[in-house]
């Protein structure tokens, strides 16, 4: 048990901290079009997630295969996911090429208490009064950001929504998490490469002239594919308020990137957001832990 322990903790540590990262990989590709870099995404993600579900899964592959067929309507879940996670890596890779990355920090900070909101909207959940508490103290911080700066965070709660919804989505796939995020790059492969092939051939052009792009877009796929095969380990393994607390590894590593290395100001309205949706987030985890027995 203890070695399995050992096991999950470092697979989830490294999935959240090859998400954390993720903004420095974003930031290599700032001068091809985040279109692009979506695309090449898709498509690279496609590839790597075949390479697992054949190569690896090949057997539980061919037991989800015969399960789409008899369950068509999880052919439609698979596609609303796919078309979700796509506006939320869209979202992300704009962000980073336009000096947003506190803003994404942000986002993915408000995304476990919009989930608590997703969760009374979509499957009728009951809160308990610390969870309601951390979701008023969060939209308060929200709020007051808004006000100061003038405008919604748009970036922020994109992300949030974004991700949100699409875990709500994949709580009604019914497949193992390897066949499902392939199958979700597969039906947008078509497009990324019509885009890629019609509308804007540029990235493709990289390839043959300057190999160091070229191999970072292909690198965009072992972005998606490593980080979650890492995740479904640690989430098999550890307990789930162990992996809801190392979750916000991520955004906190963001965080600090925004500041230490993107060099983004962290002013007034951004501290008084963020202290909101820190204090929210305590209680929200707080609320979570297992009750000790004697």
């Known amino acids: 048990m203890e ?147 003038g405008s919604l965070p748009l970036i922020s709660m994109i992300l949030a929504v974004t991700f949100g919804l699409y875990g709500a989505v994949k709580k009604k796939v019914l497949i193992h998490p390897f066949t499902s995020i392939a199958v979700e790059a597969w039906l947008l492969t078509p497009l990324a490469l019509l885009y890629t092939t019609v509308f804007d051939t540029t990235s493709w052009s990289y390839f043959g002239t300057d190999w160091y792009t070229a191999l970072l877009l292909m690198g965009c796929g072992l972005t998606t594919a490593v980080p979650f095969i890492l995740f479904s380990y640690g989430a098999q393994l550890l307990p789930l308020n162990l992996l809801g607390f190392l979750q916000y590894l991520a955004p906190t590593i963001i965080f600090l990137l925004s500041i230490f290395y993107f060099e983004e100001s962290f002013d007034i309205p951004n501290i008084i957001a963020f202290s909101c949706i820190w204090i929210a987030l305590a209680i929200y985890t707080m609320s979570n832990q297992p009750k000790q027995t004697k």
């Open 3 to 149: 070695h399995t322990n050992k096991k999950g903790l470092l697979t989830a540590l490294g999935c959240y901290v090859l998400w954390g990262l993720l903004p420095l990989y974003w930031a290599l590709l700032h001068h091809v079009s985040p279109y692009n870099v979506l695309a090449q995404r898709i498509i690279w993600s496609g590839i790597c997630m075949a390479i697992v579900v054949f190569g690896i899964h090949f057997s539980q592959f061919k037991k989800d295969f015969q399960f789409l067929k008899e369950h068509r309507s999880q052919i439609i879940l698979l596609l609303l996911a796919a078309v979700i996670i796509s506006i939320n890596w869209f979202t992300y890779i704009w962000a980073i090429a336009n000096n947003h990355v506190m803003d994404t920090s942000l986002g993915y900070y408000i995304n476990p208490l919009l989930n608590v909101v997703l969760g009374v909207i979509l499957f009728k959940e009951v809160l308990t009064t610390p969870k309601k508490l951390s979701v008023i103290i969060a939209t308060i911080g929200i709020t007051l950001l808004t006000y100061q700066v």
